[in-house]
């Protein structure tokens, strides 16, 4: 075991895979010489030649297509999006071509996007999205979305072993703010398996990427027995792990940092509503970013994303319920 | 039946002075422009048969072709390779057949059977058969140009001498993923050659309200050279395709070949062309690759009429046993609709059929 950053992990996985197999390698903006707008391929060109740590020119729907051409001919790319934001340039070659693929003509496309995503830091209304409910109306694209270092390590390399195209979403906010021991190595996750975050009687709260961290800081924060679910994977979701923590305490708060309507609250509300009525003591609750884009100036930014407040007022609410 | 689409045996190459008019001469042997013909005659025998299927309503949806393009998909796929790949477009149904892919699974495929390359998921062209090495295309055009050259950067990561080939209609250089793809292609220098079908029309909006500057010349802008030609002269297609998957092996990057050709059926059959003046109908009608090629055998390669007459006819029968095994195959089982969204393993594309004498030894080496 190695501490490590978030981000560190995400590196460290690429690094692991693109070393253990050749025919992994990573295409992107600005991901060679300068290491990546976040520094996540810092020392890639170095190591790996600039064959394999592919800068390319500022077209996201090239580094998408082209990806999906050199994965059907054997390859494992994985794509750098510079931020989550920018997939919007490549959705047409992620949407029409490689989600389509497998099911059309029986072909795999072994690919990965990786999708910086996430505000918190004034990036404004094109650089701080959480776009995961694009991906999830899409069949045929695994999403995840870790939430510790240990997950970003092992989530990125089941992404990149798995025979389909995965968005893999790392927020920025984790990247140097979360720290964890991770295992050296090789190191999976398996994707559609959630994780018990912190054991509860009292609430659930259903969480992934950095709402996780908000439900941890609330819980220690209020004393109480609250359950934290980190999904880790959205598609593939874990349902048996949601409904089993619905059952237990019968209570749920769904928490994410995307916009409310039609996400993954409004999914796992509509599951747990389904198959654990019975056993709920309250209505399922969700605490979400407010259904607007993301604003530029701090204190409205703060005003649309969940902040801890906000999850401490939530958990509380339910649990007065 | 005998022909199934397989290629007939290569003979040795009968090169006269009068076959090296546009330089493909010396490359083919009689048997291989017997082939051009028997792939052309076959396309166009079994979209005409097509045709008939979807009028009797047995096929759902509406129905495309490529009447009067048959040249370009077979003029060009004929040059590959078998370890090369293609992405395959809707005005080219030839390629399949050069690649090896029957009529029955064409036809079946237009009918939504389970014995169709998509087993039903998906319909008309718009399909790949894995095993052939071809990724089947999406409606959003021209992104296949981006998968081709994502699967020639493959190639030439690993130093391999494979060459990708894909089409598009010059409706497609409008958009932005043709730029997208041109430039990535020529930046990296890529082994793919892009075939651009400028049939007149994108639908029906005219060459002049498609562009300002003809595709052909943005080429060099790109940094790879741009070639025209005679979208209804096979053997034009054929030798321009040849030179530009040579340079692609060589490591020369990509070539683009606009050939100039007339869709001569509407955009789909509920199309009347309407648009379209009666003196350039008129003038493409007289300008069909199948009957410019029958005469040019005849006229230069000493081909019979009896023994073009038979090919032809030989393939037409084969299309209708085609047709009939392809009505026998079942409708997809319901059950099958949710299946198949994700993959479970990588299974690598095949390879697909190199009738070229060429791939066999038939034709010079050294000139390909």
């Given at each position: 075991m190695a501490e490590m950053t978030y981000l560190e992990a995400i590196s460290d996985a690429l690094r692991t895979e693109m070393r253990r197999d050749e025919?992994?390698?990573?295409?992107?903006?600005?991901?060679?010489?300068?290491?990546?707008?976040?520094?996540?391929?810092?020392?890639?060109?170095?190591?790996?030649?600039?064959?394999?740590?592919?800068?390319?020119?500022?077209?996201?729907?090239?580094?998408?297509?082209?990806?999906?051409?050199?994965?059907?001919?054997?390859?494992?790319?994985?794509?750098?999006?510079?931020?989550?934001?920018?997939?919007?340039?490549?959705?047409?070659?992620?949407?029409?071509?490689?989600?389509?693929?497998?099911?059309?003509?029986?072909?795999?496309?072994?690919?990965?996007?990786?999708?910086?995503?996430?505000?918190?830091?004034?990036?404004?209304?094109?650089?701080?999205?959480?776009?995961?409910?694009?991906?999830?109306?899409?069949?045929?694209?695994?999403?995840?979305?870790?939430?510790?270092?240990?997950?970003?390590?092992?989530?990125?390399?089941?992404?990149?072993?798995?025979?389909?195209?995965?968005?893999?979403?790392?927020?920025?906010?984790?990247?140097?703010?979360?720290?964890?021991?991770?295992?050296?190595?090789?190191?999976?996750?398996?994707?559609?398996?959630?994780?018990?975050?912190?054991?509860?009687?009292?609430?659930?709260?259903?969480?992934?990427?950095?709402?996780?961290?908000?439900?941890?800081?609330?819980?220690?924060?209020?004393?109480?027995?609250?359950?934290?679910?980190?999904?880790?994977?959205?598609?593939?979701?874990?349902?048996?792990?949601?409904?089993?923590?619905?059952?237990?305490?019968?209570?749920?708060?769904?928490?994410?940092?995307?916009?409310?309507?039609?996400?993954?609250?409004?999914?796992?509300?509509?599951?747990?509503?389904?198959?654990?009525?019975?056993?709920?003591?309250?209505?399922?609750?969700?605490?979400?970013?407010?259904?607007?884009?993301?604003?530029?100036?701090?204190?409205?930014?703060?005003?649309?994303?969940?902040?801890?407040?906000?999850?401490?007022?939530?958990?509380?609410?339910?649990?007065?319920? | 039946m005998k022909p199934v689409n397989g290629a007939v045996a290569s003979e040795p190459a009968r090169g006269g002075t009068s076959e090296r008019r546009n330089g493909a001469g010396e490359h083919l042997t009689r048997s291989d422009r017997v082939n051009l013909l028997r792939y052309m005659a076959m396309m166009r025998s079994a979209e005409e048969r097509g045709i008939t299927l979807y009028r009797q309503g047995k096929i759902p949806g509406s129905f495309y072709d490529g009447c009067g393009q048959e040249a370009i998909s077979v003029g060009s796929a004929y040059v590959l390779g078998p370890r090369d790949r293609m992405c395959i477009l809707h005005r080219d149904l030839g390629a399949h057949f050069v690649r090896g892919l029957t009529p029955d699974r064409y036809l079946a495929n237009y009918m939504g059977r389970s014995d169709g390359p998509t087993r039903g998921k998906d319909g008309n062209l718009h399909f790949g058969d894995r095993e052939l090495g071809c990724v089947g295309m999406v409606s959003m055009l021209p992104d296949m140009a981006l998968v081709a050259s994502g699967m020639a950067l493959a190639f030439k990561q690993r130093g391999e001498r494979r060459v990708a080939m894909t089409y598009f209609g010059e409706g497609s250089t409008a958009n932005g993923q043709w730029h997208e793809a041109m430039n990535f292609a020529g930046i990296h220098g890529l082994p793919v050659v892009f075939v651009?079908?400028?049939?007149?029309?994108?639908?029906?909006?005219?060459?002049?309200?498609?562009?300002?500057?003809?595709?052909?010349?943005?080429?060099?802008?790109?940094?790879?050279?741009?070639?025209?030609?005679?979208?209804?002269?096979?053997?034009?297609?054929?030798?321009?395709?040849?030179?530009?998957?040579?340079?692609?092996?060589?490591?020369?990057?990509?070539?683009?070949?606009?050939?100039?050709?007339?869709?001569?059926?509407?955009?789909?059959?509920?199309?009347?062309?309407?648009?379209?003046?009666?003196?350039?109908?008129?003038e493409w009608a007289d300008r069909d690759p199948i009957e410019l090629y029958s005469a040019r055998l005849a006229a230069e390669h000493s081909f019979s009429a009896d023994e073009i007459d038979s090919i032809r006819s030989e393939v037409k029968t084969y299309v209708d046993e085609c047709a009939k095994t392809a009505l026998a195959s079942p409708m997809p089982d319901p059950a099958e609709a949710t299946a198949g969204v994700f993959a479970d393993d990588v299974t690598?594309?095949?390879?697909?059929?190199?009738?070229?004498?060429?791939?066999?030894?038939?034709?010079?080496?050294s000139a390909a």
């Open positions: 025919t992994v390698f990573c295409m992107g903006e600005d991901i060679g010489a300068f290491g990546g707008a976040f520094k996540v391929t810092d020392g890639f060109l170095e190591e790996f030649g600039a064959e394999r740590v592919l800068d390319t020119p500022l077209a996201e729907n090239a580094i998408i297509g082209c990806a999906v051409g050199a994965a059907v001919e054997g390859l494992r790319p994985v794509c750098e999006m510079q931020f989550a934001d920018f997939i919007a340039c490549g959705f047409d070659q992620l949407v029409n071509v490689a989600a389509k693929l497998h099911y059309r003509q029986g072909v795999a496309a072994p690919m990965v996007v990786r999708l910086p995503s996430g505000g918190g830091f004034s990036g404004g209304p094109f650089h701080s999205q959480n776009p995961e409910a694009w991906f999830l109306q899409t069949p045929g694209l695994k999403v995840v979305a870790p939430a510790t270092a240990d997950d970003a390590k092992g989530l990125l390399t089941a992404a990149i072993r798995d025979p389909n195209p995965v968005c893999y979403l790392e927020h920025k906010g984790l990247y140097r703010y979360v720290k964890g021991e991770v295992p050296e190595g090789e190191h999976t996750v398996e994707l559609g398996r959630a994780r018990i975050a912190r054991e509860g009687e009292e609430m659930t709260v259903i969480a992934y990427g950095s709402a996780v961290h908000l439900a941890l800081d609330a819980a220690e924060a209020l004393d109480e027995s609250i359950e934290v679910i980190d999904l880790r994977s959205l598609c593939p979701l874990d349902t048996e792990a949601i409904l089993a923590s619905a059952r237990k305490t019968g209570k749920v708060l769904v928490a994410h940092e995307a916009t409310q309507s039609c996400g993954v609250g409004a999914e796992v509300a509509a599951l747990v509503a389904a198959e654990a009525f019975e056993d709920l003591d309250a209505p399922v609750r969700r605490l979400t970013a407010a259904d607007v884009p993301i604003p530029f100036s701090p204190p409205l930014e703060q005003a649309v994303l969940p902040q801890l407040e906000d999850m401490k007022e939530a958990c509380d609410e339910l649990l007065k319920y | 651009l079908e400028n049939n007149g029309f994108a639908y029906s909006t005219p060459n002049e309200l498609e562009f300002a500057v003809d595709p052909v010349e943005r080429a060099a802008t790109y940094g790879f050279p741009g070639v025209l030609v005679d979208g209804n002269d096979v053997e034009a297609v054929f030798e321009a395709s040849r030179v530009g998957a040579e340079r692609a092996r060589e490591g020369g990057g990509p070539t683009l070949i606009e050939c100039r050709t007339m869709r001569m059926h509407g955009h789909g059959a509920h199309d009347d062309m309407s648009y379209v003046p009666e003196a350039m109908r008129t690598p594309l095949g390879d697909g059929q190199a009738p070229w004498s060429y791939w066999s030894g038939g034709a010079e080496r």
